[in-house]
């Protein structure tokens, strides 16, 4: 897996933007991006992935730089259930062994 | 069944005990993980195991940790002799193996106190 770095914490005020950055200068052509969160006392749940393209679903969006070397995951209107420890991940195809770094702990303030 | 099950969701067991942990995939999921989280810890890997290859057991703590996965579906994680220090949560997770992007799923966890 390509090794990702992420800030140890971040803040973001309620119904904001929050914008969560991911270093992955390693990554090689054909692994993918993604984004897991672990809500406190649950077990981590998928958020997004994505190759190339800027990718969107109902709860995120990731931004990937066409260098493919960093990318953002944004909430769009952060609410209070969206905090949590949110892990970006690098990864080849298939079923591989996953390890996970140490995460980005994104506290929403009201 | 919809989603990655484990079993017992809690339990509290005497040190020296041993313990086993119960781990359901999704239908059709060839790869399951372990996964350890210590309070206020980060997710520490255990063990992988995809398909009929020999699992990768390099996350295991010491030689007390075994686990199984019986016709590639079931998972159990045997602790044995248990101390103190092995108190946490035990996370499960599934995925498939297709080409491209396989996205793991994750059971409830069953946490563990050893007293």
């Known amino acids: 897996d390509a090794k990702t770095t992420q800030p140890p914490s971040m803040d973001c005020a309620e119904g904001r933007a929050a914008n969560l950055p991911c270093n992955h200068s390693?990554?090689?052509?054909?692994?993918?991006v993604y984004w897991y969160r672990q809500i406190h006392s649950q077990g981590p749940q998928y958020i997004i992935h994505?190759?190339?393209n800027n990718e969107t679903n109902e709860m995120a969006s990731l931004i990937i730089t066409e260098d493919r070397k960093s990318s953002t995951l944004i909430l769009p209107h952060a609410t209070l259930r969206d905090t949590a420890v949110y892990y970006c991940i690098g990864r080849g195809t298939g079923a591989q062994k996953l390890v996970f770094g140490q995460g980005t702990r994104l506290t929403i303030n009201p | 069944g919809a989603g990655v099950s484990q079993s017992p969701s809690n339990k509290v067991t005497e040190k020296g005990k041993d313990v086993e942990l119960r781990c359901d995939p999704i239908?059709?999921?060839?790869?399951l993980y372990w996964y350890r989280q210590s309070l206020g810890q980060g997710l520490e890997f255990l063990i992988y195991?995809?398909?009929?290859?020999?699992?990768?057991k390099s996350g295991l703590p010491s030689d007390r940790f075994s686990a199984e996965r019986t016709g590639g579906s079931v998972s159990t994680l045997t602790i044995q002799r248990t101390q103190q220090e092995d108190s946490a949560v035990y996370l499960c997770?599934?995925?498939?193996?297709?080409?491209?992007?396989?996205?793991?799923?994750f059971g409830a966890g069953s946490r563990l106190t050893v007293l």
């Open positions: 239908s059709g999921h060839t790869a």
């Open positions: 390693t990554i090689s052509g054909n692994e993918y």
């Open positions: 994505g190759l190339k």
């Open positions: 997770a599934s995925s498939p193996n297709r080409a491209g992007a396989n996205v793991l799923t």
């Open positions: 195991f995809q398909g009929n290859s020999a699992p990768d």
